[in-house]
């Protein structure tokens, strides 16, 4: 939806008249009233919608959408029309301000949440985390010019084996200058200072399955809201417990819990962008010596000189190089 350029005034009117068809339409007659709602879950073919003005609101209406709409995800602002007490039709989607999403099955987008303000990227002392994963995710949020929250959980299981481990990917992550937290969703610790920058804000948890996202919503709401699930035994990998996205209203923000996914591909990053997703790589965008510098072994790059200074972290540079591989360079 946001791709199509169409201007406000023709959106408008598509809109109203998707509207008219559908008054007309309606089998119902007694009360087709239409209402804004948002979308606080979709699975299978049905979304859940919370109406944003009648008599419904702070309930839940399962709806269809119309064939003619986009896919519509978690966070999206809709117009529908009840069809009973508590079913309804979407008939049309409002434009959205940004939209977090994935490559899917044969390299397709996935849309996982619209009109997001943060995004916190979930990892956790177990499941062992991978600064290339945790890097792939930094760069769609780049993408997106949002600001992420990089979250380390279950730190009530760091150890003297994974300590040094844990504490350099933080510190490489901290250097660059991202807002990074320490938690614990099972023991409270650090959970106060990470609610205080959510206020006001739609925030979306996004990581590998197992991490405990749920369990940080859980621990946020101060109940037990979203379904947590096992390590498997021996893996010690999560078991994909959450299969849907889902927005939770709590208090003063909103959270979006989203399913853990097993790998995540940019297919949909442009590879001459992808710099752009490494902060501190693109502080030095334009000062190697060559225009065309591939940052390899050319003499005066300026990427290289960081890195023998320090200033770049070796691994950061290895993960670019290896995403910049997988995307087609
Ligand atoms: N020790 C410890 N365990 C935790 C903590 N947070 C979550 N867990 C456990 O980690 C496991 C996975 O938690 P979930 O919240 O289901 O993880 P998730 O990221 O939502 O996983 P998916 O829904 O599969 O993506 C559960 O057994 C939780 O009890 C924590 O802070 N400390
Ligand atoms: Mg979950
Ligand atoms: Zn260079």
Same mark, same amino acid.
């Given at each position: 939806m946001a791709k199509r350029k169409l201007t406000k005034q023709q959106q408008v009117r598509i809109s109203a008249n998707q509207l008219t068809e559908s008054s007309s339409s309606s089998s119902e007659g007694d009360d087709n009233t239409v209402l804004q709602g948002l979308v606080i879950s979709h699975f299978g073919q049905q979304l859940e919608i919370e109406p944003?003005?009648?008599?419904?609101?702070n309930q839940t209406v399962r709806c269809f959408q119309r064939a003619n709409l986009p896919r519509l995800v978690t966070g999206d602002k809709v117009l529908f029309q009840l069809d009973s007490q508590d079913t309804g039709v979407i008939l049309s989607a409002q434009p959205r301000n940004n939209v977090f999403a994935r490559p899917g099955f044969k390299g397709l987008i996935k849309p996982v949440a619209a009109n997001i303000d943060k995004v916190l990227v979930v990892i956790a002392v177990l499941p062992e985390p991978f600064m290339n994963l945790t890097d792939r995710y930094l760069v769609a949020i780049e993408s997106l010019n949002l600001d992420p929250i990089i979250v380390l959980n279950?730190?009530?299981?760091?150890t003297e084996k994974n300590r040094s481990n844990i504490d350099n990917m933080m510190s490489i992550y901290k250097g660059i200058g991202y807002d990074t937290h320490r938690v614990s969703a099972?023991?409270?610790?650090g959970m106060a200072e990470l609610e205080s920058q959510l206020a006001g804000l739609t925030t979306v948890l996004v990581g *590998? !399955?197992?991490?405990g996202k749920s369990s940080l919503v859980n621990s946020l709401s101060r109940q037990d809201s979203a379904a947590v699930g096992r390590l498997s035994?021996?893996?010690?990998?999560?078991?994909?417990?959450?299969?849907t996205a889902r927005l939770f209203h709590l208090g003063t923000f909103d959270l979006v819990d989203s399913p853990g996914i097993r790998e995540f591909n940019l297919g949909h990053i442009e590879p001459t962008l992808l710099i752009d997703g490494y902060r501190e790589l693109r502080a030095l965008k334009?000062?190697?010596?060559?225009?065309?510098?591939?940052? *390899? !072994?050319?003499?005066?790059c300026a990427i290289l000189a960081a890195v023998e200074n320090g200033l770049v972290s070796r691994e950061r540079l290895s993960n670019y190089f290896q995403i910049l591989q997988s995307i087609g360079i």
């Open positions: 944003l003005e009648g008599s419904l609101q279950k730190a009530d299981l760091v099972s023991t409270g610790i *590998q !399955s197992g991490v035994i021996g893996k010690e990998k999560g078991t994909h417990t959450t299969t334009g000062q190697c010596k060559f225009r065309d510098c591939a940052h *390899q !072994s050319e003499p005066e």
